[in-house]
């Protein structure tokens, strides 16, 4: 089994960064780490993120994308389980 992949960019790990701090104040029920990890697994595993989109989004669509990705991640495979879909998700594959 092939583990989740973490391994940010420079850039996009400052994005994240950027999207924790926010969400300290955002969605104080969350803890940073776990933001840190569900956004950079939800990235980097099969939904990516427009992270500037998501780091400048109005309060509600912030807390929705955030606490959506918190509750609808698969912590084994870096996956949204299929229920939820950011709306500061970039298009995948297939998509138009």
């Given amino acids: 089994m092939e583990g989740i ?3 940010l960019n420079k850039e996009d790990d400052e994005a994240v960064s950027k999207i924790v701090r926010r969400a300290k104040t955002l969605c104080p029920g969350l803890e940073s780490l776990d933001v840190f ?5 939800c990235h980097l595993n099969g939904t990516p993120l427009d992270l500037e ?3 400048n989004a109005d309060g509600f669509d912030f807390v929705h994308d955030v606490a ?4 609808h991640i698969d912590r084994d495979t870096g996956k949204l389980d299929g229920r939820f879909l950011p709306r500061c998700s970039l298009p995948r594959d297939g998509d138009k």
């Fill in 37 to 41: 990890m569900d956004l950079s697994a």
């Fill in 53 to 55: 989109k998501l780091s």
């Fill in 68 to 71: 959506g990705i918190a509750g």
């Fill in 5 to 7: 992949n973490f391994s």
